[in-house]
């Protein structure tokens, strides 16, 4: 198959770009930072220079590259710095999300693309209401707390649109197996707190297994909303000191919910304490899926013995917001 990847030069782009090569998929891979040519050739792919946001270059590009598949994997959050207002932190990645979607969904209309494949994310949306774990048949949070909102909507649009068209949309859990991995800076240095009883929900996927289910879901008819997520969501108080053990790191701080609120704010808040997270059944079902790292504490573990001690750039931490 013919596959278009947009953000083919991102920590979940790369991976999918090899495994596409390596199962004798023709690729063309876009990026934006200039220095990012080579990387994708080497991988492979034929390298094309694109911003998503520009519209009229997304249809020239598409159209020229005469894809049979469309993949959307393009955010910016390379150099976010996360505040105690996510919205802020997200901008440029919602943007990706609506105008960048909408951008590739009209050129994949015009060029008679139908496969269309698109980033999602799997934890901190649903209605926290219930049991921690969500299907995605479950509800969406129906009023996103401040801070959270335009990003909330932003995913919302990216879904629907998405599957308006045909097309499938992958709510990936936490992305974790690259260096430039957002967590390990600040576990490392205890920047990142328990909040409360740390009973906020996460789903995390290895890269690797998060590009296997793509690859999967390119040979699906859509529409179709699939969690990528791995078999063990957790609450933080359970997967953060583990994280912590196998960094080297000291454990976790404690910190109560007032403290968060007031230093972190409230989106901090929700993650470590309220947040739901996702079943992957249904992508396993219908996709054939099946993990290489089933659940974060192999993953982490065969992870980040590997990377031993090399640390990624500073993050803002939520505990700094
Ligand atoms: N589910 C998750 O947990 C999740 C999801 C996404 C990212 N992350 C994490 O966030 C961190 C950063 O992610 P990343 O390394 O993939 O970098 P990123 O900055 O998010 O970039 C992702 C891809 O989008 C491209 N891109 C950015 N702006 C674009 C635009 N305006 N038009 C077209 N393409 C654009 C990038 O191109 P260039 O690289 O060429 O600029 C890259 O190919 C990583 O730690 C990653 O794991 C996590």
Redesign the pocket.
């Known amino acids: 198959m013919r596959v278009f990847v947009?953000?083919?030069?991102?920590?979940?782009?790369t991976r999918l770009v090899e495994q596409l090569v390596g199962q004798g998929h023709e690729v063309i891979g876009?990026?934006?930072?200039p220095g990012?040519t080579r990387r994708i050739a080497a991988l492979g792919a034929q390298p094309v220079s694109?911003?998503?946001?520009d519209a009229v270059a997304v249809r020239k590009a598409v159209l020229a590259a005469e894809p049979e598949a469309i993949v959307h994997?393009?955010?910016?959050?390379?150099n976010a710095r996360f505040t105690r207002n996510l919205d802020r932190s997200f901008k440029?990645t919602n943007r990706?999300r609506i105008d960048?979607t909408d951008a590739l969904l009209a050129a994949a209309r015009e060029a008679g693309v139908h496969r269309f494949v698109a980033?999602s994310?799997a934890s901190m949306r649903h209605a926290r209401e219930g049991g921690p774990i969500k299907t995605e048949d479950d509800p969406l949070d129906p009023a996103p707390i401040r801070g959270t909102r335009e990003s909330s909507a932003a995913m919302r649009h990216l879904d629907e649109a998405v599957t308006a068209a045909g097309g499938i949309a992958l709510r990936?859990?936490?992305?974790y197996g690259?260096d430039?991995?957002?967590l390990v800076y600040p576990v490392r240095k205890r920047q990142f707190p328990i909040v409360g009883d740390g009973g906020g929900y996460f789903s995390f996927v290895h890269l690797d297994d998060a590009a296997a289910a793509t690859v999967l879901a390119l040979e699906h008819d859509g529409p179709a909303i699939y969690n990528i997520v791995d078999d063990e969501p957790a609450p933080v108080h359970e997967w953060l000191p583990v994280l912590a053990d196998i960094l080297g790191a000291e454990p976790p701080r404690r910190v109560p919910v007032w403290l968060a609120r007031l230093f972190a704010g409230g989106p901090a808040v929700m993650m470590g304490t309220d947040s739901r997270a996702a079943s992957n059944a249904k992508a396993k079902r219908d996709l054939g899926w099946t993990l290489r790292y089933p659940s974060w504490r192999q993953g982490f573990a065969a992870t980040y013995a590997r990377q031993a001690e090399t640390t990624p750039a500073p993050r803002a931490s939520l505990a700094r917001g």
Not at 8 to 13: P, Q
Not at 73 to 78: D, F, I, N, R, S
Not at 172 to 175: E, R
């Open positions: 947009a953000g083919a030069s991102g920590a979940i782009g876009t990026y934006r930072s990012n694109l911003d998503l946001l994997e393009a955010t910016a959050l390379a440029e990706l960048g980033q994310f990936y859990g936490g992305f690259a430039n991995d957002g």
